[in-house]
Antibody
């Protein structure tokens, strides 16, 4: 059973960099065909897909966030990470990580999510 | 960008009765590979979203058969044949034909 757990600071100051990690258990993140995504949900609002890292290391980002986002993986720790630079209050959200074994089930399994608040 | 529009935004339903949610995309979701990457997700209160349906009509692992999806091109529907109390939550359609994008969500509540 694959499990995903987000972790990172719950409070980030405006203009700084938001950094989150998703720790995966039950499957190696570099095993064939898997997509590892980040999604966010603004308080009381809908869902926004941020981007993914493929098992091979290739990445794909939401065009609206592309200039500020990077997703990377650490296979030795079986983790993948999100960095979002120059944050503002508009980046306050619950951040989720998710896994899909193929494109049509891109967001098949989700972590519980972590709330990040951007405030001074 | 493909815009996903769900209707209704709120749906009060009686237990045991059917429910239906519509999702319309601003352009065809048929991918160049011939597949239509339209999914439905459920988010129960206080929980992360859960994948219900993928490629229009395929139920994901463990999803009860009272959930069904249908549609083509730009118009899609999620149906619940008999609503149960555990179905309360927000339902999202999502397209992955281009970069993944969600509808605004439909809140299912019990009358």
């Amino acid at each position: 059973q694959v499990q995903l757990q987000e972790s990172g600071p719950g409070l980030v100051k405006p203009s700084e960099t938001l950094s989150l990690t998703c720790t995966v258990s039950g499957a190696p993140i570099n095993s064939g065909g898997y997509y590892w995504s980040w999604i966010r949900q603004h308080p009381g609002k809908g869902l926004e897909w941020i981007g993914y890292i493929y098992y091979s290391g290739s990445t794909y980002y939401n065009p609206s966030l592309m200039s500020r986002v990077s997703i990377s993986a650490d296979t030795s720790k079986n983790q993948f990470s999100l960095k979002l630079t120059s944050v503002t209050a508009a980046d306050t959200a619950v951040y989720y990580c998710a896994r899909g074994s193929r494109w049509e089930v891109l967001l098949a399994y989700w972590g519980q999510g972590t709330l990040v608040t951007v405030s001074s | 960008d493909i815009v996903m529009t769900q209707t209704p935004l709120s749906s009060p339903v009686t237990l045991g009765q059917p429910a239906s949610i519509s999702c319309r995309s601003s352009q065809s979701l048929v991918h160049s590979d011939g597949n239509t990457y339209l999914s439905w997700l459920q988010q129960r209160p206080g929980q992360p979203p859960r994948l219900l349906i993928y490629k229009i009509s395929n139920r994901f692992s463990g999803v009860p058969d009272r959930f069904s999806g249908s549609g083509a091109e730009t118009d899609f529907t999620l149906k619940i044949s008999r609503v149960e109390a555990e179905d309360v939550g927000v339902y999202y359609c999502m397209q992955a034909t281009q970069f993944p994008h969600f509808g605004q969500g439909t809140k299912l509540e019990i009358k």
